[in-house]
């Protein structure tokens, strides 16, 4: 079973080939990051424009690396939401299109679900991955940690899951894009975050977490205290305005901020991944989203799970097309419905 994945939902335009879901044949991924950059977040309108001016040229390219022709694709997988209206539509448009000029069955996919799916991923000869030894068994706990969602999935089998909890307000991946906005440091926010985090002392001061539901997050409330722990590192009240903040930081005010808030919003996630596993007991934990590339979080995950953790290769945490592919790989090996190329629409606000 060789399926090619399409991935268009925020502002990378990728594609990849995946065979029997958990073989990597290629992966090709465009990011629009550098656009947004000035801006400090992704631009909707540019994002949708970059989109469409890669998108043929990324799909063909994708199939060029596999090595393979149309005729050996047996089916064609597209994220049809959660994810910007415009972005998802260049990429639900392309794939209907090519399903119905090729002839192939076509798979809707959920961005979040195939951000987890991308563990399943064991096998490949192209240059520069690390992947897991052996395939997720069930049951198993999902952590997804992106910049659009955190929540705590517990898996019983294939398409068969209990979501345990969300983030009430804002995403982890949000947050640490926030961070980066209040202290001055450069959008994606994760990775400078961690980097600045690497000079600092994690236990600099006191932050908050937040109390909800058992497994639920919450991350606006802790966001909201780095900005008034940088206000105080500044010696200004509460009306001074934020965007003069980060030229009164220091590079070591910066750091501290980084190191602790990192440390405090991983603690966050793992606390409550520690007590869905005293009382789920999954044999395998794995992460799932862009800040599944944090090695603040891996970190403290080994430290305190006493399950067997895995996780995808850094390249496949953030968007990419091969979580998708490799959705629809079991899609089309476990007999899930097909969807209509005629009629296949985006939905921006699905949820799992
Ligand atoms: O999954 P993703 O590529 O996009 C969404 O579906 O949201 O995740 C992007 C998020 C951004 O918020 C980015 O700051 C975060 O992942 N991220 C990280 C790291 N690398 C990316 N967060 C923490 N540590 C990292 N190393
Ligand atoms: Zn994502």
């Avoid at 550098?34 to 949708?48: K, R």
């Avoid at 469409?52 to 199939?63: F, K, R, S, T």
């Avoid at 198993?140 to 969602?149: C, E, K, M, Y």
Wanted: with cysteine; aromatic share 6%; glycine share 8%.
């Amino acid at each position: 079973m060789t399926i090619l994945g399409i991935e268009t939902s925020c502002d990378e335009t990728a594609a990849s080939v995946v065979r029997d879901g958990h073989e990597l044949l290629s992966s090709v991924v465009a990011s629009s990051m550098d656009l947004h950059a000035q801006y400090g977040g992704v631009v909707p309108e540019i994002a949708a424009r970059s989109h469409l001016e890669v998108i043929n040229p990324v799909i063909q390219q994708a199939l060029d690396e596999a090595g393979l022709s149309w005729d050996s694709v047996d089916g064609i997988a597209v994220t049809y939401g959660a994810g910007l209206g415009g972005s998802l539509l260049i990429g639900v448009l392309t794939a209907r299109t090519l399903a119905l000029v090729h002839d192939k069955p076509l798979y809707a996919c959920n961005h979040v679900e195939g951000h987890i799916y991308a563990n399943f991923l064991t096998d490949t000869s192209l240059p520069g991955y690390t992947m897991p030894s052996s395939a997720p068994e069930f049951p198993l706990l999902a952590i997804v940690v992106s910049g659009g969602h955190s929540q705590l999935v517990l898996f019983e089998d294939h398409f068969k899951y209990t979501l345990l909890g969300r983030t009430q307000d804002d995403a982890i991946g949000e947050a640490f894009d926030k961070v980066a906005k209040i202290t001055g440091l450069p959008y994606p926010g994760g990775p400078s975050v961690a980097r600045a985090a690497l000079d600092g002392n994690a236990h600099a001061f006191e932050l908050p977490k937040a109390r909800v539901g058992k497994y639920d997050f919450s991350f606006s409330g802790l966001k909201t205290a780095v900005l008034r722990q940088a206000q105080a590192l500044v010696g200004e009240d509460y009306s001074f305005p934020s965007y003069k903040l980060p030229e009164r930081l220091s590079e070591a005010n910066k750091a501290d901020i980084a190191a602790t808030f990192q440390r405090v919003a991983c603690e966050t996630i793992v606390d409550k991944a520690v007590l869905a596993c005293e009382e789920f007991a999954p044999v395998r934990v794995v992460l799932a989203g862009g800040v599944a590339a944090s090695a603040e979080l891996r970190r403290q995950l080994a430290e305190r799970l006493s399950v067997s953790l895995s996780f995808p290769d850094v390249k496949l945490c953030t968007d990419n097309g091969a979580m998708i592919a490799t959705l629809g790989c079991f899609k089309a090996t476990l007999g899930q419905p097909t969807a209509d190329p005629l009629s296949l629409d985006i939905a921006p606000n699905l949820s799992m």
